[in-house]
């Protein structure tokens, strides 16, 4: 304990110092704080949303290939691991925010203590999540494995995540300080994606060339028509290394941040909250919130929108690989992708201000579906598939941007119809998380179950027609399907832009 004091101790001290040394002005007097955030702080917070969105996307779009043709394991037990983890995911989120919520202040904060105390053992269970041990690897002990670690790197990253999109409402300012401050952790984020697309892109680049060049050696004895395995009975040794290289980079970047965000943000006292609302339970706010029609609606829409992107997404790389025949060129697709989506941001926020926040979304989210169309057209057709990575950034965007900028108007209407029950954000928040992340855990442990029974082999060099069109089945028509159903759920969504005005004149009103 006395250790661990004094290690709290020392870095408490030297958050000080530097806290100390980006207040002072250049004739060296310390100036008095200003009411509003300090840019330095604002980019410090923007900083600490790039460990979550950097290892989701990793995690997203290279762990299911990872385990199915690198540990070769069977479908069936990755589609578990896949929907498990992340159904445990989502329960964890709702979790960790009550502890958080019930937790003391210390002298770095309410907030602050879980991110980094969380921090070393979770960059930890990141890096073993990609580690392959030596030597052959049985089930019996590769899937509990696999199954823990990454329920652990879960857990420990909600012990980070919570917290940190928390800490937003302990900046200090007022209301458009911290909309500024959100929107600079949009754009780290953003960048996060990109730089984890460039990433993941080149290590599937090395898995691409080792499996073509061991499918050489065997196309030499034979050649074979479908389901042709590998002749490697281990593990891919380059793309073991690559998988792991990356890990201990995303793993490096983890930490740097956490200490940024640290070191830069001050997290003030909790703003002082009107204490003759009335304290409802749990509970009952629960039940509140899900017989709110809005809200209902909302998620309903967003919820069947990601399961068309998640199942979409978390097949473009076999898609490439096995379906289009593009597999060397999918980290270009992919960073097209993501660029596409990062500078449609501002474009699509232009567009909200314009036009509105449901015209924008009728306009982004149907892109989808004539790109995916097209792509499984003419999939071996390389210009018409990248132009199509445009519109599936566009649309992706959309799916990136709206809810955070919808949830704000449902929770005002709440407010409204319900004046006693204030200061619901977090449950608002977390509740919409938990629906879509167990929705995107459900659209790949679907994906993945579909491979095993159509008789996906790891490691194969060729597969049959079931499994090619399963990837075009999983990779186009149904995310089409389910995409449609969100739009239906999207144009029953009754806040519009003048009910909205409305709503926030009133509550403005009765404050």
Same mark, same amino acid.
């Given at each position: 304990?006395?250790?661990?004091?004094?290690?709290?101790?020392?870095?408490?001290?030297?958050?000080?110092?530097?806290?100390?040394?980006?207040?002072?002005?250049?004739?060296?007097?310390?100036?008095?704080?200003?009411?509003?955030?300090?840019?330095?702080?604002?980019?410090?917070?923007?900083?600490?949303?790039?460990?979550?969105?950097?290892?989701?996307? @990793?995690?997203?779009?290279?762990?299911?290939?990872?385990? !199915?043709?690198?540990?070769?394991?069977?479908?069936?037990?990755?589609?578990?691991?896949?929907?498990?983890?992340?159904?445990?995911?989502?329960?964890?989120?709702?979790?960790?925010?009550?502890?958080?919520?019930?937790?003391?202040?210390? =002298?770095?904060?309410?907030?602050?203590?879980?991110?980094?105390?969380?921090?070393?053992?979770?960059?930890?269970?990141?890096?073993?999540?990609?580690?392959?041990?030596?030597?052959?690897?049985?089930?019996?002990?590769?899937?509990?494995?696999?199954?823990?670690?990454?329920?652990?790197?879960?857990?420990?990253?909600?012990?980070?995540?919570?917290?940190?999109?928390?800490?937003?409402?302990?900046?200090?300012?007022?209301?458009?300080?911290?909309?500024? %401050?959100? %929107?600079?952790?949009?754009? @780290?984020?953003?960048?996060?994606?990109?730089?984890?697309?460039?990433?993941?892109?080149?290590?599937?680049?090395?898995?691409?060339?080792?499996?073509?060049?061991?499918?050489? /050696?065997?196309?030499?004895?034979?050649?074979?028509? /479908?389901?042709? =395995?590998?002749?490697?009975?281990?593990?891919?040794?380059?793309?073991?290394? %690559?998988?792991?290289?990356?890990?201990?980079?995303?793993?490096?970047?983890?930490?740097?941040?956490? !200490?940024? +965000?640290?070191?830069?943000?001050?997290?003030?006292?909790? =703003?002082?909250?009107?204490?003759?609302?009335?304290?409802?339970?749990?509970?009952?706010?629960?039940?509140?919130?899900?017989?709110?029609?809005?809200?209902?609606?909302?998620?309903?829409?967003?919820?069947?929108?990601?399961?068309?992107?998640?199942?979409?997404?978390?097949?473009?790389?076999?898609?490439?690989?096995?379906?289009?025949? $593009?597999?060397?060129?999918? /980290?270009?697709?992919?960073?097209? !992708?993501? @660029?596409?989506?990062?500078?449609?941001?501002?474009?699509?926020?232009?567009?909200? +201000?314009?036009?509105?926040?449901?015209?924008?979304?009728?306009?982004?989210?149907? $892109?989808?579906? =004539? %790109?995916?169309?097209?792509? +499984?057209?003419?999939?071996?057709?390389?210009?018409?598939?990248?132009?199509?990575?445009?519109?599936?950034?566009?649309?992706?965007?959309?799916?990136?941007?709206?809810?955070?900028?919808?949830?704000?108007?449902?929770?005002?209407?709440?407010?409204?119809?319900?004046?006693?029950?204030?200061?619901?954000?977090?449950?608002?928040?977390?509740?919409?998380?938990?629906?879509?992340?167990?929705?995107?855990?459900?659209?790949?442990?679907?994906?993945?179950?579909?491979?095993?029974?159509?008789?996906? /082999?790891?490691?194969?060099?060729?597969?049959?027609?079931?499994?090619?069109?399963?990837?075009?089945?999983?990779?186009?028509?149904?995310?089409?399907?389910?995409? !449609?159903?969100?739009? +239906?759920?999207?144009?029953?969504?009754?806040?519009?832009?003048?009910?909205?005005?409305?709503?926030?004149?009133?509550?403005?009103?009765?404050?």
């Amino acid at each position: 304990m006395n250790c661990l004091k004094y290690f709290t101790d020392q870095l408490q001290a030297l958050k000080s110092q530097f806290l100390i040394l980006t207040t002072q002005r250049e004739d060296g007097h310390v100036c008095k704080r200003p009411e509003e955030i300090p840019l330095v702080r604002k980019l410090c917070y923007a900083v600490g949303g790039v460990p979550h969105r950097i290892t989701t996307v @990793a995690m997203n779009f290279s762990l299911q290939i990872f385990l !199915l043709d690198v540990v070769q394991m069977d479908a069936v037990y990755v589609s578990m691991i896949l929907f498990v983890s992340r159904a445990w995911d989502a329960v964890t989120d709702p979790l960790v925010g009550y502890l958080v919520t019930r937790s003391g202040w210390t =002298p770095t904060g309410k907030l602050m203590p879980w991110m980094v105390l969380s921090m070393p053992i979770g960059v930890l269970s990141y890096v073993l999540l990609w580690f392959v041990p030596q030597g052959p690897m049985s089930q019996a002990f590769s899937v509990p494995w696999f199954l823990a670690v990454t329920c652990l790197f879960e857990t420990l990253m909600s012990c980070y995540n919570v917290p940190y999109l928390s800490l937003s409402m302990f900046l200090g300012g007022d209301e458009r300080d911290r909309d500024s %401050a959100t %929107a600079y952790r949009m754009g @780290a984020e953003m960048l996060a994606m990109l730089t984890a697309s460039l990433i993941q892109g080149q290590v599937v680049a090395v898995y691409n060339t080792e499996i073509d060049g061991a499918c050489q /050696q065997v196309n030499q004895i034979n050649t074979p028509i /479908q389901n042709t =395995p590998s002749p490697q009975t281990a593990s891919l040794q380059d793309t073991q290394n %690559a998988f792991l290289t990356s890990a201990l980079v995303v793993g490096a970047l983890y930490f740097l941040c956490c !200490l940024v +965000v640290f070191l830069g943000v001050n997290e003030q006292q909790a =703003p002082q909250c009107s204490q003759e609302k009335v304290q409802v339970s749990y509970l009952a706010s629960l039940k509140m919130l899900m017989c709110h029609v809005p809200y209902q609606r909302m998620v309903l829409g967003f919820v069947f929108s990601a399961l068309a992107f998640e199942m979409s997404l978390a097949n473009f790389a076999l898609f490439c690989s096995h379906a289009a025949g $593009l597999g060397a060129y999918f /980290q270009y697709l992919l960073l097209v !992708l993501l @660029a596409s989506a990062t500078l449609a941001v501002p474009l699509l926020q232009a567009i909200l +201000v314009r036009l509105g926040k449901k015209t924008t979304l009728f306009i982004g989210l149907p $892109l989808f579906i =004539p %790109a995916v169309v097209i792509i +499984v057209s003419l999939p071996s057709n390389l210009p018409v598939f990248m132009t199509m990575c445009l519109l599936l950034g566009l649309s992706l965007a959309t799916l990136f941007l709206l809810p955070w900028s919808m949830l704000p108007d449902v929770v005002d209407d709440f407010a409204r119809r319900n004046p006693c029950c204030r200061d619901l954000e977090p449950l608002f928040f977390s509740t919409y998380a938990f629906c879509s992340k167990l929705g995107g855990g459900l659209s790949i442990g679907i994906s993945t179950m579909t491979l095993h029974f159509v008789g996906y /082999q790891p490691g194969a060099c060729n597969h049959g027609d079931g499994v090619v069109t399963s990837l075009i089945v999983l990779f186009a028509p149904v995310p089409v399907i389910l995409l !449609l159903v969100g739009l +239906v759920f999207f144009h029953f969504y009754p806040i519009t832009e003048e009910q909205h005005s409305k709503n926030h004149t009133q509550l403005a009103t009765v404050e």
